[in-house]
């Protein structure tokens, strides 16, 4: 029998819930663009504008490349949520360090 969601005994016990993440169970973050250096930090969670709609990123997420669509990158640091406006490029995921390499990375304000 397949393991369902909830269910004790299934690979879904042991998410950690993004509010009580110690310390070491943060993202390494990395957003750059041809020109500058954006943002290198720590972080509990992203939402990036994927080509095709949003993609989220919590710690412990599988490896992945995506391609970036435009529109609003945000990252939820410990100090507050940063938010970039990027357009065109690539965010990889690997080992729980973000990598965003963007044509367009500009600092927006937070509302």
């Known amino acids: 029998m397949a393991a369902r969601i909830g269910d004790p005994d299934g690979p ?49 997420h599988a490896p992945m490349v995506v391609l970036l669509g435009e529109g609003f990158l945000r990252v939820r640091t410990d100090d507050g949520p940063r938010r970039f406006r990027v357009a065109r490029g690539f965010l990889q995921v690997l080992d729980n360090t973000v990598s965003v390499l963007a044509e367009h990375v500009e600092a927006a304000d937070v509302e």
Request: aromatic share 6%; glycine share 8%.
């Open 12 to 60: 879904w016990d042991d998410i950690p819930s993004a509010a009580n993440l110690s310390p070491e169970r943060r993202l390494k973050v990395t957003v750059i663009s041809p020109s500058e250096s954006a943002f290198s930090g720590s972080a509990t969670s992203i939402i990036a504008p994927a080509h095709d709609g949003e993609v989220g990123i919590l710690y412990g």
